[in-house]
């Protein structure tokens, strides 16, 4: 699986570590459609981790700034990974506000989905320094 | 009201591009004047939700003269206005959502569930996007959000913030 590469927002495929594909994000998502490029390309790393039997890590400790399109991306990221059953973290750093803020409304808005589901997306707090 | 300490005001062409030219911009000016980095950035959220919207759904035909979007940013010692403005059809049904929309957040406490609606909203119907990123402006910045049409047909929407920190000497 290639690397997302655009101009402003990097997704680097990490499978070095056996049963994981980790997603390494950087920069940042403005896009006014950010769903156009992120779900496709989120849907092939489903895929290939579902094929490969392993988890999906997404790494969003390095992005400075996400627009509320993406925060709508991301939701429906998480909605698929719960209907496939298939385990996924979601990593971000406390140190950062916007990130808690985020992150911690999106595990507040899929509660609800999660009592239904068998298995559970994680959100795990990842300092940088 | 403390009297006015800075007040940037900038007419804005409609391309996409320039919301993240103008968050970025705006986001170094502020930490010239406010020592949290952390409110700039709230700050800057702001300015790009607002503007995001106003891009989406405003319309793109200049008013006598006026330039079709508009940025003004002014701030005190204690608050920060940020308003954006644009042409608007006054008979499109959007307008109505927008003021539901911001009665609703105006409600005390209720901008959490708002958000979260909004959020589970996404989740069901990916289409389901409107009202997101004004929702998110009040939801994490605590701001209040009001919007008015003016007599030329114009609508501001306007999020004003607390500043609640030390400005810069």
């Known amino acids: ?20 594909v980790r997603l390494l994000m950087t920069g940042k998502s403005t896009n006014r459609e ?23 890590e997404v790494h969003f400790e390095e992005l400075s700034h996400f627009n509320s399109s993406t925060i709508a991306a991301v939701i429906q990221v998480i909605n698929t990974a719960q209907s496939r059953s298939m385990a996924l973290a979601l990593h971000y750093d406390p140190a950062q506000k916007w990130q808690v803020l985020s992150f911690e409304a999106l595990q507040r808005a899929i509660r609800p989905f999660q009592a239904l589901a068998s298995t559970r997306v994680r959100f795990v707090e990842t300092p940088t320094k | 009201m403390s009297p006015w300490i800075f007040h940037i005001e900038l007419p804005i062409l409609g391309s996409w591009h320039t919301v993240e030219v103008l968050r970025t911009t705006l986001l170094n000016c502020l930490a010239t004047v406010f020592e949290s980095q952390t409110y700039c950035e709230t700050l800057g959220m702001i300015s790009a939700e607002l503007l995001e919207n106003a891009i989406k759904y405003g ?48 409600v005390v406490g209720a901008a959490e569930r708002v958000y979260l609606e909004k959020l589970r909203a996404v ?14 402006i009040v939801y994490e910045s605590g701001c209040s959000l009001t919007a ?17 920190v030390r400005v810069a000497a």
């Open chain 1, 1 to 20: 699986m290639q690397n997302l590469v655009t101009e402003e927002l990097n997704i680097d495929v990490d499978m070095g570590n056996p049963g994981l």
């Open chain 1, 34 to 56: 950010p769903g156009k490029l992120l779900i496709p390309f989120f849907a092939e790393a489903l895929e290939l981790a579902a094929t490969m039997h392993a988890g999906i």
């Open chain 2, 59 to 106: 319309q793109r035909i200049p008013t006598a003269g006026e330039p079709a979007f508009r940025l003004k940013v002014t701030g005190t010692k204690d608050r920060v206005e940020i308003a954006v403005s644009n042409p608007v059809d006054r008979a499109s049904p959007g307008l109505d959502r927008l003021f539901a929309l911001l009665a609703d957040l105006a």
């Open chain 2, 123 to 136: 989740a069901a119907d990916p289409t389901a996007q409107g009202g997101l990123g004004l929702a998110r």
């Open chain 2, 148 to 164: 008015v049409v003016g007599p030329n047909g114009v609508l501001e929407v306007k999020a004003v913030s607390a500043a609640g």
